[in-house]
């Protein structure tokens, strides 16, 4: 590994983009370039300075790569493309499809391994962060029951999965939390709530010339993992409406544990994100991690982690040194 960590792209959607802005506000990472399935002089870059390549091309930059930062979408490009260039490359994902990350991990841990590479999937903020803080919650109040909340956002993986049926021309979603339920958690009712009493959520599609309205609406709305749990309504706009009323991205949540620690003692613990751009800081989280991976890696490591596995002070550019006198 270089003085510098070299780090590499591969996608370039609005993640892509994120990354390479957070890549610039941290003096120890290098970045080397983007890696594109697209024609590289189609891609238009928020620096013009960021080398642009097909991804053809990247297993030539095996040399010149300490990390790679993965930002395809969990509903297709993730499933293939980190098992696959983990063999070559270490790596770092946002895989966020909650349900198949245990499938996920054992198939990049078996390629990650065989290469003697570092791959840590599911970075980003949830799973990520939030993962990290019912983590905490559980192993802190043992007596005591733990609620997530999201939005209300845009969620990327989501539209992702919306943009990605036949007929639709653009699409985003957003989460909406119950405000009943959230009050009910904070004061301390640990109330038994199903999938649906805790969020709704929200579609806007644009369809394609032709498309079938009612049967896109049916496929979303019984789509698994992703829409059938919940109460899901969808809008079908004009493309000027999308651009016009829907370009923003915003999102957050919270991590909310609530228990005793000893009877009639009521503790609760909250984390909460509100985020101006849900892109911009899930990608200034994988890059925390792209440096994880590559300490990692310079140790000798390999296979599969998790945020679960790695130690937080791996995140900081500071020294341990600096870290215990500064933060501790």
Sequence with gaps: MTERIRIGIVGYGNLGRGVETSIGLNPDLELVGVFSRRDPLSVTVADPATAVYALADL???????DVLILCGGSKSDLPEQTPELAEKFTVVDSFDTHAKVPEHFATVDAAASAGGNVAIISTGWDPGLFSINRLFGEAILPQGKSYTFWGRGLSQGHSDALRRIPGVAGAVQYTLPSEDAIERVRAGENPELSTREKHD???FVVLEAGADESAIRETIVTMPDYFEPYDTTVHFITAEELA???AGMPHG???IRSGESSPGVSQTIEYRLAL???PEFTSSVLVAYARAAARLAAR??????????IAPGLL???????LRAELL
């Design 59 to 65: 297993e030539s930059f095996a040399d010149r790569i």
């Design 201 to 203: 959520r929200e579609c």
């Design 244 to 246: 016009r009323e829907h």
């Design 253 to 255: 949540g919270f991590v």
């Design 276 to 278: 101006g751009s849900n």
């Design 300 to 309: 000798g490591e390999s296979g599969a982690f998790t945020p679960f596995d």
């Design 316 to 322: 900081s550019p500071k020294s341990p040194e600096q």
